[in-house]
């Protein structure tokens, strides 16, 4: 996969940023991390954007352990009803190996 160099601004300062991934998701990527620090800048008696971005980075992490406790969830979830399915259908259509 090629590398992709793109500029962001997060708090007024650019920044290029070269990944992987599509400029469009870096943009977002940014934008984000951008509202998230502004966010906190605004909400707390923060003023120092260094320490509005640790606060906005525990934010996000906050974000990301939810999302992935969420989907450990739905993935439990998913296993369960499929079993459960499962039962219902012939013998033949189970999918059990022998």
Known sequence: MSKHSTRVNICGEEYTIRTDASPDHTRAVAAHVDKTIRA??????????????????????????????????????????SSEVRRWLPPGKRGEKA
């Not at 606060?55 to 992935?68: G, V, Y």
């Open 40 to 81: 906190v800048m605004s909400s707390a008696a923060v003023t120092e954007s260094h320490k509005a971005a640790i606060l906005a980075a525990l934010s996000i992490t906050d974000e990301l352990f939810r999302e992935r406790s969420e989907r450990g969830d739905l993935a439990e979830s998913m296993t369960a009803l």
